[in-house]
């Protein structure tokens, strides 16, 4: 099984920004769909951006579009989280998990198809905490 080690979290202050690092190691990321989640204090975790195998699908939380990118380096095994603009909301522990599933489904509130990020039975690492404040 894959093993993995998050890095990068960090104190920044608003409008800062950070990348996080997912190292893995035991087998390749390359071929397997990876999501980044968070949970901050007192709320339930949840999915801020995923990718798909093959990086044809990639989810992002409406709270974080066009702040945050994730990006893969097979070479190294290793996949990023790129977080811009941040907000002290952004506060979190940020953590990294492997065999995500990426859904589509209808939205009543939004009268759209949304995208949805669930954890599936795969591997997460220990987390690392991100501190956005002045």
């Known amino acids: 099984q894959v093993q993995l080690v998050e890095s990068g979290g960090g104190l920044v202050q608003p409008g800062g920004s950070l990348r996080l690092s997912c190292a893995a190691s035991g087998d390749t990321l390359a071929s397997r769909s990876i999501g980044w989640f968070r949970q901050a204090p007192g709320k339930e975790r949840e999915g801020v951006l995923c990718?798909?195998?093959?990086?044809?699908?990639?989810y992002y939380a409406d709270s974080v579009k066009d702040r945050f990118a994730i990006s893969r380096d097979n070479a190294k095994n290793t996949v990023y989280l790129e977080m811009n603009s941040l907000k002290p909301e952004d506060t979190a522990v940020y953590y990294c998990?492997?065999?995500?599933?990426?859904?589509?489904?209808?939205?009543?509130?939004?009268?759209?198809?949304?995208?949805?990020?669930?954890?599936?039975?795969?591997?997460w690492g220990q987390g690392t905490q991100v501190t956005v404040s002045s």
């Open positions: 990718i798909t195998w093959g990086d044809r699908t990639t």
């Open positions: 998990a492997t065999d995500v599933a990426i859904r589509a489904y209808w939205s009543s509130t939004y009268r759209a198809e949304r995208l949805t990020c669930t954890a599936g039975s795969g591997s």
